[in-house]
C-alpha cells in the first residue's frame, strides 16, 4: 500500500474500493479484517457514497465526517436519524432531517 498523502473521511463503500483494487495476498492482517467487514457491510456501491456525501454536505450543512457517519449507518428513521445527529451538538432543523433520510434512503 502506498504512503498516507492526505486525511480524509471516506465511507465503507469507498474503503471496499479502495482494497478491492489491491492485491489481495499484498493485504496484511488488518487490511484483510477491513476487507471482509466491508465486503459484509456495506448496503450500496462507492460511487452511490460519494455522491450522496457531497449532497449531505452541500444541501444539508453537514460536514464529511457527519456525512460518512450516515451513509455508514444508513438509519431508516427519522427516529433513528435524531438519535445519531443528536450527540453532534447542533441544532439540525425537521426539515433538513427529512432530506438527510431520503439522501440516505436513496442509496440503500
Known sequence: M????KKQ???????????????PEKLDQIQRWTY???TKFTKTDASSAK??????VKECELTEEEAVELINISPTSLAELRS???GWKKLILAENLGKILNIIKEIS
Open 36 to 38: 471482509d467487514y466491508v
Open 84 to 86: 445519531f445527529t443528536f
Open 9 to 23: 473521511a471516506i465511507s465503507l463503500p469507498e474503503v471496499k474500493e479502495i482494497l478491492q483494487k489491491e492485491d
Open 2 to 5: 502506498e504512503e498516507v498523502k
Open 51 to 56: 455522491k450522496a456525501k457531497q449532497r449531505l
